[in-house]
């Protein structure tokens, strides 16, 4: 077994055992290409017949299945992350991943506010034949911070530090200190307090 074998088995199975996106060594991904191409040329030369024919070939299948592994577990963790909320560390991210994930804001972005623009729109959209005169449309109330919904907040104490993160509501909250208190979109709330990093606050009702 070759070292970037080992190297590539380690950080696929970093990934696959712990839920967040996990640092790569230096030059990880240029490593890979290599290695791969490598087993390629060898896999193609070499007899298939013969025993090391037969483990190159079966080397470099492994390491191609485990590098596409990798990268759709790294994908899924970094959508997951970006659509609930939940802050990662760039420091674990590649070079391509962290510019996937600003477009990856950009994109939610925008479909949240076509999406709010379309509903919007279609509150205002009268029949073209009637002609009755305007209605006014009353304002609609103030939502509700309650405990659900989307746009219910809840009040939480940090345990550690936190650098900047985006909310559900497309909003930006922190750099947060250990020891603060903010108040945070209750689905950011949640997932921060599941990960040890923050606690609610009991409010007074």
């Keep these: 077994m070759t070292d970037e074998?080992?190297?590539?088995?380690?950080?696929?199975?970093?990934?696959?055992?712990?839920?967040?996106?996990?640092?790569?060594?230096?030059?990880?991904?240029?490593?890979?290409?290599?290695?791969?191409?490598?087993?390629?040329?060898?896999?193609?030369?070499?007899?298939?017949?013969?025993?090391?024919?037969?483990?190159?070939?079966?080397?470099?299948?492994?390491?191609?299945?485990?590098?596409?592994?990798?990268?759709?577990?790294?994908?899924?963790?970094?959508?997951?992350?970006?659509?609930?909320?939940?802050?990662?560390?760039?420091?674990?991210?590649?070079?391509?991943?962290?510019?996937?994930?600003?477009?990856?804001r950009r994109l939610i972005a925008a479909h949240t506010q076509g999406l709010k623009q379309t509903l919007q729109g279609k509150e205002k959209v009268e029949p073209p034949h009637t002609a009755a005169p305007p209605q006014v449309t009353p304002r609609p109330a103030p939502p509700q911070h309650t405990e659900t919904g989307e746009t219910a907040l809840k009040v939480v104490r940090f345990t550690q530090p936190l650098p900047a993160i985006m909310g559900v509501d497309m909003k930006t909250y922190g750099p947060f200190k250990a020891e603060d208190v903010a108040s945070l979109p209750a689905q950011n709330a949640d997932n921060l307090i599941r990960k040890g990093i923050a606690k609610v606050v009991e409010t007074e009702p």
Aim: no cysteine; charged share 35%; net charge positive.
């Design 5 to 104: 074998y080992r190297t590539l088995y380690e950080s696929w199975r970093r990934e696959k055992q712990r839920q967040d996106i996990q640092p790569l060594p230096e030059g990880f991904y240029a490593a890979m290409t290599s290695y791969t191409t490598q087993l390629r040329e060898q896999s193609r030369t070499l007899d298939k017949a013969t025993v090391k024919g037969k483990l190159v070939e079966k080397e470099r299948d492994h390491a191609d299945k485990m590098l596409q592994d990798l990268n759709r577990i790294r994908l899924n963790k970094l959508v997951s992350a970006e659509l609930n909320g939940v802050p990662v560390e760039l420091l674990n991210l590649t070079a391509e991943e962290k510019r996937l994930q600003v477009e990856l």
